[in-house]
């Protein structure tokens, strides 16, 4: 008891000597670092990052355990480290000072959010486009962005920055038009890329029956928590895939129901139901809502 009561005295001293500008200090460093993260994370340069993590931890332990040789050797290694991270990071550190440098502070700081109006708009217009291109069988693919950035694959195709229109996603996914062979992103309620190319699932246990852009629909799935809506060319049947799963033949009303179930923020989503709940209450009793 003693033990924990000295420590807890320690705990408060060292509390008493912090100041605002150390908090300030820390919140500031702390904030860089998680960006650094945020930044490795929307690209593979998170796996080199894994790698030089796992060379310094070895440098540490062979220090440690007087491994002569192979300290001497990852030292050497590391004197290039700082020119190596330069080449290697060189698109990730770019765009770092891109958002630096621009006006668009409220992005950079991740304090904008999409309008709520911005993704209704996106998902009212998507399933009215969708719902002719299944009923004239043109293959569409779109990808709904959520929380994992898919920043590489909007720069696989044609970078975009379009509100969403249902004449928009049509003209795109026109089979004689330029941008129809990929996926349509769309990202914060707007169209972000076009032909951009997907990562193919590797389930071996998919249907047969089903093609490219089916199982590239549910390959980036598997990647990322992105939804994804897909309209067959052969049948003209609509798709979503989501955590790599695939509900198939969903009627427009349903593609809309489960888009607003994912997409829109939980309260409201619930205070539509309700408020469709309502509406149908009144008119049952001859009533106006």
Known sequence: MDMVLTAFTAVLGYLRLVQLTDVIDMAAVAYVIYKGMTLLRKSSAA??????????????????????????ILGKAMQ???????????????????????????????????????????????????????????GALTVFERRNPLDSIIESG??????????????????????????????????????????????????????????????????????????????????VASSGRLKRHLAPETLERVLRNELLPHETATSKANKSKLVAFFKRRGGTA
Request: charged share 20%; aromatic share 8%.
């Open 47 to 72: 796996q080199v990052a894994k790698a030089l993590a796992f060379i310094v931890v070895t440098l540490w332990l062979s220090y440690q355990l007087n491994l002569n040789v192979v300290n001497f």
């Open 80 to 138: 290039l480290g700082l020119l190596a991270l330069v080449i290697v990071f060189q698109p990730e550190i770019r765009r770092f000072l891109e958002q630096i440098g621009s006006n668009d502070f409220g992005n950079f700081w991740g304090l904008r959010e999409a309008p709520v109006s911005e993704i209704e708009n996106a998902i009212r217009e998507t399933v009215a486009a969708y719902t002719v291109l299944s009923k004239d069988r043109v």
């Open 158 to 239: 044609t970078v975009m920055d379009s509100t969403v229109s249902g004449e928009l996603m049509k003209n795109i996914f026109y089979p004689k038009a330029p941008l129809h062979d990929g996926a349509v992103v769309i990202r914060k309620g707007r169209v972000a890329g076009a032909a951009c190319m997907l990562p193919l699932s590797t389930n071996m246990n998919l249907s047969r029956d089903l093609g490219m852009r089916h199982r590239a629909g549910i390959g980036i799935s598997e990647h990322s928590d992105a939804i994804v809506a897909i309209v067959s060319e052969e049948t003209g049947t609509i798709s």
